[in-house]
């Protein structure tokens, strides 16, 4: 069965800008979750989505956002950019919300620079 | 708040060579424990888990076993290939955290044969 998918997989961007990225889960998993990775902070979770409601967030400020779809798909926004939000965006499903039964699956990213 | 650390690379290894690397963490609760792998320009792919104090994950010769006494999750092969080169994670989760995972900084494994 198809992975999780994320587009686009690169995109460049100025200052200032605002992006969209998009995550399809597996079929099937409703819970979606997206992480940043950076050189310098690692992965850092982003947020996550469950039956199109954000259960959970991490310690972003307020120009990153997402949302989740009736489909499951999901989409995480980030306004006015900066030269630091430059990253490998991952998204990941499961089909339940406790990781410790529901293994997380990744999408190979969306790489963000920002100019 | 929790947290995983695991022991700084590069780490470079001969072919057949063993494996160890080190993670610790800390946590409040009863975390599951968890080893991803990162290939270059790809993303993570899940190498082993285990949920509870003694349980040992494995998978394509890799071993992990959760040990609560001295908070470790350390991973272990016994002869590396080429093919293992990649970016190591460890991670845990709080099970009543949901999709979150901690990480640490990751261990990048090199092979040469």
């Known amino acids: 069965k198809a992975g999780v998918t994320q587009t686009p997989r690169y995109l460049i961007k100025t200052r200032g800008q605002q992006v969209t990225l998009s995550c399809s889960p597996i079929s099937g998993h409703r819970s979606v979750s997206w992480y940043q990775q950076t050189p310098g902070q690692g992965l850092q979770f982003l947020f996550e989505?469950?039956?199109?409601?954000?259960?959970n967030k991490g310690n972003f400020p307020g120009r990153f956002s997402g949302r989740q779809f009736s489909n499951s798909r999901s989409e995480m926004n980030v306004s006015t950019l900066e030269l630091g939000d430059s990253a490998l965006y991952l998204c990941?499903?499961?089909?339940?919300?406790?990781?410790?039964?529901?293994?997380?699956?990744f999408g190979a990213g969306s790489r963000l620079t920002v100019l | 708040g929790d947290s995983v650390t695991q022991m700084e690379g590069p780490v470079t290894l001969s072919e057949e060579a063993f494996l160890t690397i080190n993670c610790t963490y800390t946590?409040?609760?009863?975390?599951?424990l968890f080893w991803y792998v990162q290939y270059p320009g790809e993303g993570l792919q899940l190498l082993l888990k285990a949920t509870k104090a003694d349980d040992k994950g494995s998978n394509k010769g890799f071993e992990a076993t959760y040990r609560k006494e001295t908070t470790s999750f350390h991973l272990e092969k016994g002869s590396v290939q080429v093919s293992d080169s990649a970016v190591y994670f460890c991670a845990l989760s709080d099970n009543n955290q949901g999709g979150k995972l901690i990480f640490g900084q990751g261990t990048e494994l090199s092979v040469k044969p």
């Open positions: 989505y469950f039956s199109e409601t954000q259960r």
């Open positions: 946590a409040t609760g009863y975390p599951s």
């Open positions: 990941a499903s499961s089909f339940g919300r406790y990781s410790g039964a529901n293994v997380l699956t």
